[in-house]
Nanobody, 124 residues
Framework: QVQLAEPGGGMVQAGGSLRLSCVAS????????MGWFRQAPGKDREFVAA????????YYADSVKGRFTISRDNAKNTVDLRMNSLKPEDTGVYYC?????????????????WGQGTQVTVSS
C-alpha cells in the first residue's frame, strides 16, 4: 500500500498559476502510472492528467490541455501538477492517485490509493 499526500493548493485569481505536489510514502510508486483528478461541489470526480511509469508519457483532459503539466520524480517519490492560466471552472478538490488496473487513464476505478485531496479555488 502507498500513502499519498497533496500539499499545495490554495486560492488564486483567474489567469494565475499554482503547483500541486503529490508525495508518496510507504511502498514506492515508481512502477505505477499516476494520475490527478478533481471534484467540484455537486459534480463527479473527473480526470485531469496522468503520467506513465515506463516512459513518463502524459495524458490530459481536453479541458486542461495546454494549460496544465504533469511530471514525476521517481527519486523523490513525487508527482507534480503545474497549472497555468487557471479559470474559475478549475475550482475543486484535487486528488492524486495510483493507477493499478490497465485501460484508459481517465477512469477513477482504475486507481486505488488516493490522497486526501487539496482545495484549489480560482476566483474570477
Amino acid at each position: 500500500q502507498v500513502q499519498l499526500a497533496e500539499p499545495g493548493g490554495g486560492m488564486v485569481q483567474a489567469g494565475g498559476s499554482l503547483r500541486l505536489s503529490c508525495v508518496a510514502s510507504g511502498r514506492t510508486f515508481r512502477n505505477y502510472d499516476m494520475g490527478w483528478f478533481r471534484q467540484a461541489p455537486g459534480k463527479d470526480r473527473e480526470f485531469v492528467a496522468a503520467i506513465s511509469w515506463s516512459d513518463s508519457s502524459t495524458y490530459y483532459a481536453d479541458s486542461v490541455k495546454g494549460r496544465f503539466t504533469i511530471s514525476r520524480d521517481n527519486a523523490k517519490n513525487t508527482v507534480d501538477l503545474r497549472m497555468n492560466s487557471l479559470k474559475p471552472e478549475d475550482t475543486g478538490v484535487y486528488y492524486c492517485a495510483r493507477k493499478v488496473y490497465s485501460g484508459d487513464y481517465d477512469g477513477p476505478r482504475r486507481y486505488d490509493s488516493w490522497g486526501q485531496g487539496t482545495q484549489v479555488t480560482v476566483s474570477s
